[in-house]
């Protein structure tokens, strides 16, 4: 696949990573959305490779969850932004139609958006909240974003019956160290949304 729509990200990138999912067919349980690629994806071509991805891979394999069998991945966009700044409004906007097929091939029972940026690309009018904000409001809806995908858009259209949302924050090693502004630290709200999320399942 090749796509010229966002000139940085086309000068930055080594190549452009595409979403995978669970092998031969298996029922998607679980899709996986990050920002973007970092260094690593970029260099081996897959999503999740680096440190903060192998901290999530760690945390899904605990409840016995296995990247290709049980759940997939994928990037709001899917090139590295130069030195891995966080993607525009309109890199996002231009990749948001792939990521929307991308769910409604894959039609996860979850789609589990890692980071703030992720986050906000699925909670429309709610973006401008808090992380743990966006959190308890999902909580608070069943985990149902139909109502924050902003009626007729390419999510909405895309969106498929029943997939619910959850949020975690961003897994880098850095991030998960540092605590919330509830005191609890990051690497604890992470670990008690994936609890949560595999209840669900």
Not at 27 to 41: F, N, S, T
Not at 111 to 119: F, I, N, Q, R
Not at 149 to 154: A, I, T
Request: aromatic share 6%.
């Amino acid at each position: 696949m090749t796509c010229t729509k966002c000139e940085a990200l086309c000068a930055s990138r080594a190549q452009i990573v595409e979403p995978d999912l669970p092998e031969f067919d298996r029922p998607c349980r679980v899709l996986v959305i990050g920002e973007a690629p970092g260094a690593d994806e970029d260099t081996q071509g897959k999503g999740f490779v680096g440190r903060a991805g192998r901290t999530l891979h760690t945390l899904l394999e605990e409840h016995e969850l296995r990247r290709g069998y049980d759940y997939g991945c994928a990037n709001v966009v899917r090139c590295r932004p130069p030195e891995n700044r966080k993607p525009t409004k309109l890199e996002i906007e231009a990749c948001l139609p792939k990521l929307a097929e991308t769910i409604s091939t894959s039609k996860p029972q979850v789609v589990l958006a890692v980071g703030d940026t992720a986050a906000q690309v699925f909670m429309g009018k709610h973006h401008d909240i808090g992380l743990l904000q966006k959190i308890q409001y999902l909580k608070e809806n069943a985990y149902c974003p139909r109502s924050l995908l902003g009626y007729g858009s390419v999510l909405d259209m895309k969106w498929p019956y029943g997939t619910r949302l959850f949020v975690i924050p961003h897994t880098s090693p850095l991030a998960w160290n540092r605590n919330a502004p509830d005191g609890r630290k990051w690497s604890e709200v992470g670990a008690e949304q994936v609890r949560r999320m595999v209840k669900l399942l």
